[in-house]
């Protein structure tokens, strides 16, 4: 994975010792809260329900072992004993005081981790498939061209205060594991018919307040040209953004009233004007930055069995672990999902025993991913049942990945300042009811997601069953939306109809559920069959 | 009745207005009446408090204050879903309360 440099190192030094003096100076004083807000979120350090949450960017969601101790130390140290993994492949810490978080960062500079394009109106953190260079089915790895837009986009001047935050991902599958067509900039590696290596450009996607799906734009940018492609597309919406108006100011706006089109056009225009600037790193960098990315050392003549006389490791084998490039190596999921859990959070010991897990049986790395698991990429097949058996005794050895229990849900009112309904304990009488019936086996993949408020960062308009939870007159109130999907096959879920308190949800659930149930035919998901039988049948169920 | 709620600088603290400083039990917090403006500028410009906002509440049953809005309830008690990390770890019938 990738290691900084000198300048890497200097530059998130450098930027400790400035936030530490703007924390002296807001403490003592001379620095006001209106000047010190933005200076903070562009420090991940945001003001929450409790306490200062701080977001710690974890690029393209790759971690060594070191780093995740260092995250599980920050958590003991500074922090109330967890940390919080989340959709955008970070990690929140929910209780932090502000006279501590520049030794926070200190201690974060020195693993070179940051809390940098964590918040504000700039390019967020990169993210990318949780399987990047492990996968069967990728073209290469996208994980050196996530590196390159990430040091492009640090502190670049021209983007510093764009119209509104700008969240890119890159792939190089065709199976979407990112959510890549719901970014702002969704960026997948293909190959021409002539063989060479390109960029496909999805420009104008996003959740939130107005759901969109991005558009290609441009099928085959050719990679050497993939910095000034990009920043053509982010210049154009920096022009024309709506600064006036927060809500109309996403580029999946500006896409949508230019039309993709007129956008693409004057994206092509600009692109043109920049080739001639010559603003592209050279291929050398790109290059160096690859070496980064090289495959571990993989042995040869290794078992692609396993033992699976132990039904419950056969059954997390089946449901957890994922096809690897490299025979005799699989990907392995540690679902943060236990039944009755809160998604995404792990404990400071969880968090050590997963870094160790990951310098034993992973060389040294593991990721989050963007529906709040961990992933060991690269695990001998003939060493699961061991590294299982680890993980079953930590209580991270749930086997239920995509599966109805395995919900993403943002922390809703629990914890942010922005929401308007709990998610949280939804999600847990969800995967309750569902453990306690029995049916989460027979429903197979259904991928559940649930946001406290339009925000969408639970990713509610993706999930084949979303739940978005409202304000209804000082009352928790929630609705059912079902169809979406955050992967290959983008869809956007669409309402139900009217909203549910929070047990009503729990059984509207379920009834959706049993309508999957009693319609399905052979090897239909509950997408699948959604998408065949349409909405009436769930609303019969639901409200008839 | 009006009362007011805001942050410690310092720690993030959820604190409210008692009457003579920021207290960390929103039992103790004080009806306001019109001098929220007043009060707010003040406690601010010493930062004895950080983004202070004035919220509606009502008393309870047993005569304890309880914000009107169940945001403000989550603020005062702590998360709903970690019992242990709330002001009142010992009482879990006070998850009651916020909702």
């Known amino acids: 994975m990738y290691k900084y440099d000198q300048y890497d190192q200097a530059m998130v030094d450098a930027r400790v010792e400035e936030f530490r003096d703007q924390t ?24 929450q329900l409790h306490a200062y949450m701080l977001r710690v960017a974890i690029p393209y969601g790759t971690l060594n072992g070191a780093q995740m101790h260092a995250l599980a130390d920050i958590a003991e140290k500074y922090d109330r004993g967890y940390g919080h993994f989340t959709t955008r492949q970070n990690i929140q810490y929910n209780w932090i005081k502000l ?28 993210s990318s498939d949780h399987f990047a260079g492990a996968a069967a089915d990728e073209l290469v790895d996208p994980r050196p061209y996530a590196e390159i837009l990430r040091q492009w986009s640090s502190f670049h001047p021209e983007f510093s205060y764009l119209p509104r935050k700008f969240k890119i991902a890159v792939i190089a599958s065709d199976t979407d594991r990112a959510a890549m067509r719901l970014h702002d900039i969704g960026i997948q590696i293909v190959k021409n018919d002539a063989g060479e290596l390109g960029a496909a450009f999805y420009v104008g996607g996003g959740m939130g307040r107005t759901p969109m799906i991005a558009p290609c734009i441009n099928g085959f940018v050719p990679l050497d040209q993939l910095i000034t492609y990009t920043e053509a597309c982010v210049r154009v919406w920096n ?23 007129e956008y693409t056009r004057q994206v092509e225009e600009e692109f043109a004007h920049m080739l001639e600037q010559g603003i592209e790193p050279p291929l050398a960098e790109l290059e160096r930055i690859r070496g980064y990315f090289q495959d571990p050392d993989f042995k040869t003549g290794l078992t692609d069995r396993a033992d699976r006389s132990d039904p419950e490791f056969a059954l997390w084998i089946d449901r957890n ?35 160790d897990l990951a310098t034993e049986y992973s060389f040294d790395e593991c990721r989050v991913t963007h529906a709040q698991n961990i992933v060991l990429p690269h695990v001998e097949i003939g060493r699961l049942h061991e590294l299982w058996t680890k993980l079953e005794a930590a209580g991270l050895g749930t086997p239920n990945l995509d599966r109805i229990d395995d919900i993403i849900a943002c922390p809703g009112l629990d914890y942010c300042s922005l929401a308007n309904a709990r998610s949280i304990p939804v999600a847990q009488k969800i995967s309750e009811r569902f453990a306690a019936n029995g049916k989460a086996d027979e429903l197979g993949q259904l991928k559940l997601k649930i946001s406290g408020c339009i925000n969408a960062c639970g990713h509610h308009h993706a999930g084949h069953i979303g739940i978005l939870g409202v304000d209804r007159k000082g009352v928790e109130n929630y609705q059912l939306l079902l169809g979406g999907s955050e992967a290959e096959d983008t869809s956007l879920g669409k309402i139900t109809g009217p909203g549910f308190n929070e047990d009503g949800i729990v059984d509207a659930v ?3 559920a049993d309508v999957y149930l009693a319609n399905r035919e052979e090897g239909e998901r509950f997408l699948d069959t959604y998408r065949r039988i349409g909405m009436d049948p769930f609303k019969e169920a639901l409200y008839g | 009745m009006k009362i007011l709620t805001g942050n410690d600088l310092k720690t993030g603290a959820v604190t409210w207005w008692d009457g003579q400083g ?3 039990h929103v039992e103790d917090a004080v009806d306001v009446g019109d001098a929220a403006d007043e009060i707010m500028g003040r406690e601010e410009s010493a ?35 970690r019992p242990d990390l709330t002001l009142k770890p010992a009482e879990p019938e006070a998850l009651n309360w916020v909702i």
């Not at chain 1, 006279?99 to 990169?126: F, W, Y």
């Open chain 1, 321 to 355: 672990c994922h096809p690897h490039k490299a025979p005799g190596y699989v990907s392995a999921t540690i679902s943060l999902k236990p039944v009755g859990g809160i998604p995404g959070d792990a404990s400071v010991e969880q968090m050590h025993l997963m870094a």
């Open chain 1, 99 to 126: 006279e501590e978080a520049p030794d926070l960062l200190a201690d974060l500079a020195k693993v070179e981790m940051h809390a940098i394009q964590t918040s504000g109106n700039c390019i967020r953190n990169i």
């Open chain 1, 24 to 47: 002296r100076r807001r403490i003592e004083g001379s620095l006001p809260e209106e000047q010190f807000r933005p200076l903070r979120l562009m420090n991940g350090l945001y003001l």
């Open chain 1, 510 to 512: 379920e009834k959706a």
């Open chain 2, 47 to 81: 930062r004895r408090v950080n983004v202070p906002y004035a919220i509606e509440a009502e008393l309870d049953g047993s005569g304890k204050v309880r914000p009107a809005h169940i945001k403000d309830r989550v603020r005062a008690l702590g998360p709903t879903v």
């Open chain 2, 22 to 24: 920021w207290s960390l």
């Open chain 1, 239 to 261: 022009r024309y953004g709506r600064r006036d108006n927060k809500y109309k100011a996403r580029i999946k706006i500006l896409v949508h009233e230019l039309g993709a089109e």
